[in-house]
């Protein structure tokens, strides 16, 4: 721990060598790339379409009925889920919640945006009528006498909540090998993980088990799963969505975001849950804008859509520790923003190495205070034990996993009155040093680039017992989440093992709509690439 706070590089295995202590920014041309990434094996590519519109315009057409989009998605559901392992709870009233609407659309009644669509939420965003365990042993069965807000949303608009999704134990880890319950797999590879925390909704969404759904990023839990299973991540600015229902892990940092298989998709979804509530006090009163009107069909496009678009390529995160299939696949991308009519030019982020420790040592702080809740008495199960002191110790030890243990303990001895100054406080100045930088940055270009993770997803575990080389991976996103802002993962490549490749889109506070409409210009001419696991195309 000491080292990591008073060398930030002992983490990143020496990603880039730069002068922390000089925060100006450095811009040069970017070069045009000549690096592609070969595709794995030949296949029919196809553009990404929103299944959500697909299925709006076919239900209220009365082309297709709700029941049966319905029926299709849990006829997917039964065959791929012995194998993914997405969910840890799945919905017993689906049908009739899809009978429901269809009997809505025979009487003329409105029946919402997300009417018909099948969202499955993460284990840590409260459900009334489902159980929300957060992943932990500690919290299972237990059944939340309300819903989140972004749930109650999501129902107001018509959606069905098709099931509740597998995560790393309170949203801590980056692989989702540290569920109390199961190993969910990777849709492209069941022998490689499908990233974390939020991976059991990523890989539900790459499976097509579901058309869209939520998770949450603390770190980057919506964003690295996003790159790793080939779908669409978008984690909005803080204060976007409110957090009301979500199982606290660090609340300045959590944010609930979106899953989908097209940016319009996650677009619409954002859409639907997003805005100001009362019982939130983080949650912003800023006027939500209309992001549905960025999704325009790709026959209005004019020859370079993206024209005067600046783009700014954070260099440190194209250096040294970075997977040159990464990094290659990257530059694919950032050619095709410039084929699209970008202004593309390279920006340093000095500070950008400093956000991860500094994030462990602030999120594993807030971590230590927000569990102190489960005590084996006001939630969760319980020790029993004629004494209170060993209730509490016992109730704890035996309900938390591992990593969440070893987050108090560092949490703990962060916040300790004689290490206080030392971690904490430090770490919240080298947080305000990340905003500036982002800012600054930001004011000089529309968005950034950066891959979405070092490396594409790797086995099952293979780093489970080397914490510090999964604290590493979050390298890439953790830095978003100290700044409060939007970011949006999008598929672009294919590394070995024809496993998928996201680059992140990095935006300015509540700057969404720009990072959508970006991203869904991107998706739709981007030729020769299709994200549908081998293992699924057969069942679509």
Not at 220 to 232: E, L, N, Y
Not at 260 to 288: M, N, P, Y
Not at 515 to 530: A, K, M, S
Request: glycine share 8%.
């Amino acid at each position: 721990m000491l080292s990591s706070v008073q060398n930030p590089r002992f983490l990143l295995h020496h990603c880039r060598r730069s002068n922390p202590l000089h925060h100006h920014h450095h811009h040069h041309r970017y070069p045009k790339s000549t690096h592609t990434t070969a595709l794995p094996h030949p296949i029919s590519a196809s553009l990404p379409t929103s299944q959500i519109q697909t299925i709006q315009k076919s239900i209220l057409s009365r082309e297709k009925t709700t029941r049966q989009f319905a029926e299709e998605f849990l006829t997917r559901l039964r065959l791929t889920e012995p194998h993914v392992k997405s969910f840890l709870h799945i919905s017993e009233t689906v049908l009739n919640e899809a009978d429901e609407i269809d009997r809505k659309i025979d009487r003329n009644e409105d029946v919402g945006p997300l009417a018909g669509v099948l969202v499955a939420v993460k284990d840590n965003i409260c459900t009334a009528d489902m159980p929300s365990t957060a992943g932990s042993k500690l919290l299972e069965n237990y059944r939340p006498p309300f819903d989140a807000t972004a749930v109650k949303k999501l129902k107001e608009s018509g959606a069905i909540i098709v099931g509740k999704t597998n995560l790393d134990e309170f949203g801590m880890g980056s692989t989702t090998e540290g569920s109390a319950y199961q190993v969910t797999a990777n849709p492209w590879n069941l022998e490689s993980v499908p990233g974390g925390s939020s991976g059991g909704s990523a890989a539900a969404v790459a499976a097509r088990q579901c058309v869209v759904s939520l998770g949450s990023d603390t770190g980057g839990s919506v964003r690295q799963p996003a790159s790793f299973c080939g779908v669409v991540g978008l984690k909005p600015t803080y204060g976007r969505v409110s957090r009301y229902g979500l199982v606290a892990y660090a609340s300045s940092l959590d944010v609930i975001g979106c899953f989908g298989s097209s940016v319009a998709d996650a677009g619409i979804l954002l859409q639907s849950i997003c805005g100001h509530d009362k019982l939130d006090a983080t949650s912003s009163t800023r006027e939500v804008n209309d992001y549905t009107s960025q999704f325009v069909s790709k026959d209005y496009f004019e020859s370079q859509p993206l024209k005067g678009l600046r783009v700014g390529v954070i260099s440190e995160t194209l250096g040294d520790g970075v997977d040159q299939e990464v990094v290659s696949s990257v530059r694919g991308a950032i050619s095709h923003l410039e084929e699209l009519g970008c202004t593309v030019t390279e920006v340093s982020l000095p500070s950008f190495s400093l956000g991860l420790p500094a994030y462990y040592v602030l999120a594993s702080s807030e971590s230590s205070s927000n569990l102190s809740r489960y005590d084996g008495v006001r939630y969760g199960n319980q020790t029993v034990s004629d004494e209170l002191s060993s209730l509490y110790g016992d109730s704890r030890a035996n309900g938390f996993g591992p990593e969440v243990k070893r987050r108090i303990l560092m949490g703990t001895y962060a916040l300790s009155a004689g290490y206080y100054d030392a971690y904490y406080k430090r770490a919240q100045q080298v947080r305000t040093v990340v905003q500036k930088s982002f800012k600054e940055a930001l004011g000089l270009h529309d968005i950034l680039i950066s891959p979405a993770a070092p490396s594409a997803a790797y086995k099952i575990g293979e780093k489970k017992n080397d914490p510090l080389a999964m604290y590493a991976g979050d390298i890439m996103t953790v830095n978003v989440n100290l700044a409060g802002l939007p970011a949006l993962v999008l598929p672009c490549g294919f590394a070995k093992d024809s496993l998928p490749v996201g680059f992140q889109m990095i935006g300015a506070t509540f700057d969404e709509e720009k990072l959508l409409r970006v991203g869904h210009i991107f998706e739709q001419t981007l030729q020769g690439y299709n994200f549908i696991p081998p293992l699924i195309a057969d069942k679509i």
